[in-house]
């Protein structure tokens, strides 16, 4: 018995260690009649932070860590499973964008869509609205310390994003997308 949890461990190992790379799309839809492609990196300030991110998608609930480094020449995005097993490592230029994923993440995981969720989140809305179609993301009065909301044309509410500071990289975010029934929340890491 000891010998076959041996080999079951080594065998876990080799497979997180897996990974594949893959050139990804840079446009994507969001809900019916809406599209998003990824806007340029920002030339601001460079961003480097450690961050908690919890995914509820339907009733399964998900968890990791991730570290998120921005300059206005690229951007990368590890994400690692709470034991630290390495899942994926996203880098995107501006133009391309890039994944190498750990083999157990399967097909089901599209990097660009975890990164047009980040860029609804943190990139300024009128960067943002330029390279959406269909819909419009703006600011709205909310019992939180700021507030987005990612409305369709007809007007119907897609996405709604609160935040527990004005500033976005400095807050506790939770972005809950109705349609796809997905709720993620991201706490930044001292």
Same mark, same amino acid.
């Given at each position: #018995?000891?010998? +076959?949890?041996?080999?079951?461990?080594?065998?876990?190992?080799?497979?997180?260690?897996?990974?594949?790379?893959?050139? +990804?799309?840079?446009? #994507?839809?969001?809900?019916?009649?809406?599209?998003?492609?990824?806007?340029?990196?920002?030339? /601001?300030? @460079?961003?480097?932070?450690?961050?908690?991110?919890?995914?509820?998608?339907?009733?399964? %609930?998900?968890?990791?860590?991730?570290?998120? *480094?921005?300059?206005?020449? /690229?951007?990368?995005?590890?994400?690692?499973? @709470?034991?630290?097993?390495?899942?994926? !490592?996203?880098?995107?230029?501006?133009? +391309?964008?890039? /994944?190498?994923?750990?083999?157990?993440?399967?097909?089901?995981?599209?990097?660009?869509?975890?990164?047009?969720?980040?860029?609804?989140?943190?990139?300024?809305?009128?960067?943002?609205? %330029?390279?959406?179609?269909?819909?419009?993301?703006?600011?709205?009065?909310?019992?939180?310390?700021?507030?987005? %909301?990612? =409305?369709?044309? *007809?007007?119907?509410?897609? #996405? *709604?994003? +609160? =935040? /527990? %500071?004005?500033?976005?990289?400095?807050?506790?975010? !939770?972005?809950?997308?109705?349609?796809?029934?997905?709720?993620?929340?991201?706490?930044?890491?001292?």
């Amino acid at each position: #018995m000891p010998l +076959r949890a041996s080999l079951f461990i080594c065998a876990a190992l080799l497979l997180s260690a897996c990974a594949h790379k893959l050139d +990804r799309q840079t446009c #994507m839809a969001l809900a019916q009649g809406v599209d998003y492609c990824l806007a340029p990196l920002p030339a /601001s300030a @460079p961003v480097s932070q450690s961050q908690l991110v919890k995914l509820k998608v339907k009733q399964a %609930r998900h968890q990791l860590l991730s570290q998120l *480094d921005l300059t206005p020449e /690229s951007l990368t995005l590890v994400g690692l499973a @709470p034991l630290g097993q390495p899942l994926f !490592t996203l880098s995107y230029d501006g133009q +391309r964008l890039t /994944s190498e994923q750990s083999v157990l993440l399967g097909d089901q995981f599209k990097a660009e869509y975890l990164l047009g969720l980040l860029q609804l989140i943190y990139w300024q809305p009128e960067d943002v609205n %330029r390279h959406l179609q269909g819909a419009t993301l703006a600011a709205y009065a909310c019992d939180a310390a700021y507030c987005r %909301r990612l =409305y369709a044309s *007809d007007g119907e509410t897609i #996405m *709604d994003i +609160r =935040y /527990s %500071r004005t500033s976005p990289w400095t807050a506790e975010v !939770t972005l809950e997308f109705h349609q796809a029934q997905l709720t993620l929340n991201i706490q930044p890491l001292e």
